[in-house]
Structure formats: structure tokens, C-alpha cells
């Protein structure tokens, strides 16, 4: 499996997490000219109480989180005969 590392945005007051944590993205560098950014579906709250029960899941927290993660979705691979179309690209 390939693998990103995860950067931090500490440096930027505004980029929190629903707990409070500061914001958090994976990188893995390939061509910086081309860039697949993904977004991790499932952020949603509906109201208040749902915004409050997701602080302490992933969903609302990067307290938890690994310095870096495995990438196994096969769009995320660095093999051209699994993506074709990305295997080169920044994600």
C-alpha cells in the first residue's frame, strides 16, 4: 500500500476541528502539477447535538490521528496498472 504523511495547520487560527484541534490534511507528492484532492465524505451535522456526538470521533477531532495513513483506495495507488489516470499525481 502507498502511504501519506500528515501535515498540520497549527499555523492557521481559523482551521479548527469541532473539538477545538487544529485542522489536518494527508499528503502524498507526485507531480505538483497535477493534484487530486480528496474529501472525506461524512462531515455533515444536522444540528447541534450531532456537531456535539462528533467531537470525539475522526469525524470532528485530529487528537487521534496518525502521522500518516495508508492509502488503499485503488485511485490513491502508485502503480499505473492500477490508476491509469492518477497513479502520477499529488494527493
Known sequence: HDYAEARSLEGYPLAKCLD???????LSKGNAS???VFFEGGGFCQDLSACQARTASFL????????????DRPYF??????SPLLSSFTF
Open 20 to 26: 477545538g484541534s487544529p485542522a489536518r490534511y494527508y
Open 34 to 36: 497535477r493534484v487530486f
Open 60 to 71: 470532528g477531532s485530529t487528537r487521534t490521528d496518525p502521522p500518516s495513513m495508508t492509502l
Open 77 to 82: 495507488s502508485r502503480s499505473p496498472a492500477v
